[in-house]
């Protein structure tokens, strides 16, 4: 059998992604574990996390596990990716030696890797995390790079909670401004869960620059049509949140303008109504909001919205918790069953 992975949830199927959201849903219930016992996983970050970390080396915790933390290029060696490379740079080994030699110590390996935010041609190939997963002789799962499919089973998971059956429902992804221009990932992710979801999808996003990477714009439209929903873009702040059942805000940079960003920041300047607050909530049919957090208060969103019973990012924070200790089990055992005394209680 080949070895699975979980960098996108575009790779698994819909009923793989339930059962996913099943097994969460029964941790959320019963916390505590032997699941993971014996088991370890290699976080590796090279950018900063709050909830990630947390989570993941939480739920390892409390499944009997343990995780160990890694910040290549601080406290572990800087790597190079390059197939090739002569490294006589600033990089000390190669992805070849690190994904190996982490195999023969871990049973699984995370990776985070945003973009470096200088050619989106390059930074579209995700080459850190695909990388980890030619080389890894254990599973890899995806802590975001290019898209976040753990948040997108947290988000999945809190919209079922409020929800029910999402199939039909309006969502609107809506882009909101922020100071700096900020990666697509969650804004690519939200778009393809809510479309796997049969959800009635609307991107709204100031101009059509803003549109996001054909890949996943595409892959949305594939899900909408296999899933009995719809997708459609929108500049129209007041039609796109009219009879809204969720709002989710996201912040991201212009794709024709990665790498000259300079060039982009009076378009994203110009777009600070785009903020989620009272009035536009009022337009929704009693709908959610929620965002993946972290959060610029009064920037993306009103301290009213953020305090509103609407408010779901906190469910949705929680929720990472639960998915990501699924995902743990479900690739360490790699559709073996973990045996007597560490099934997931939720489950019989
Ligand atoms: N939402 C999320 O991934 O949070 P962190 O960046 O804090 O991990």
Same mark, same amino acid.
């Given at each position: 059998m080949s070895l699975r992975h979980f +960098?996108?949830? *575009? @790779?698994?199927?819909r009923a793989e992604l339930d059962a996913l959201l099943d097994q969460a849903a029964a941790f959320k219930r019963?916390? %505590?574990?032997? *699941?993971? %016992?014996g088991k370890s996983i290699a976080l590796l970050f090279f950018n900063p996390s709050m909830r990630t970390r947390t989570s993941f080396e939480l739920g390892a915790f409390q499944l009997g596990g343990h995780a160990i933390v890694l910040a290549p290029g601080k406290d572990a060696w800087p790597i190079e990716f390059e197939a090739?490379?002569?490294?006589?740079? @600033?990089? $000390?080994?190669h992805i070849a030696e690190v994904a190996r030699v982490l195999g023969r110590y871990v049973d699984l390996i995370a990776v985070r890797a945003f973009p470096k935010f200088q050619d989106w041609s390059v930074d579209r190939e995700d080459r850190v995390i695909q990388a980890f997963a030619r080389h890894a002789t254990v599973p890899v799962i995806n802590m $975001?790079?290019?898209?976040?499919p753990c948040q997108e089973l947290a988000h999945a998971m809190a919209l079922r909670e409020h929800l029910?059956? +999402?199939?039909?429902r309006k969502y609107v992804l809506t882009w909101t401004y922020h100071p700096r221009p900020l990666n697509t990932a969650v804004a690519n992710s939200a778009l393809l869960i809510a479309t796997r979801m049969g959800m009635d999808v609307t991107l709204l996003?100031?101009?059509?620059?803003?549109?996001?990477d054909p890949r996943y714009m595409d892959a949305a439209e594939q899900n909408a049509r296999a899933n009995g929903g719809s997708l459609r873009v929108s500049h129209d702040i007041a039609s796109a949140y009219r009879g809204a059942h969720v709002v989710y805000a996201k912040s991201w940079g212009a794709l024709p303008y990665f790498g000259r960003w300079e060039q982009e920041k009076p378009i994203r300047d110009a777009h600070r109504h785009f903020i989620v607050d009272e009035g536009k909530m009022a337009?929704?049919?009693?709908g959610l909001f929620s965002h993946c957090l972290p959060l610029r208060r009064n920037v993306k969103a009103t301290d009213a919205v953020m305090d509103?019973?609407?408010?779901i990012a906190i469910d949705e924070a929680e929720n990472r918790l639960h998915v990501q200790k699924a995902v743990m089990v479900t690739l360490a055992y790699q559709g073996r069953d973990p045996g007597p005394g560490t099934r997931d209680p939720g489950r019989g």
């Open positions: +960098l996108s949830t *575009q @790779d698994w199927s019963s916390r %505590a574990g032997h *699941q993971l %016992a090739g490379a002569v490294m006589d740079g @600033d990089t $000390e080994e $975001e790079t290019i898209t976040h029910g059956e +999402l199939r039909g996003c100031p101009t059509p620059e803003y549109r996001l337009l929704t049919d009693h509103s019973p609407a408010c």
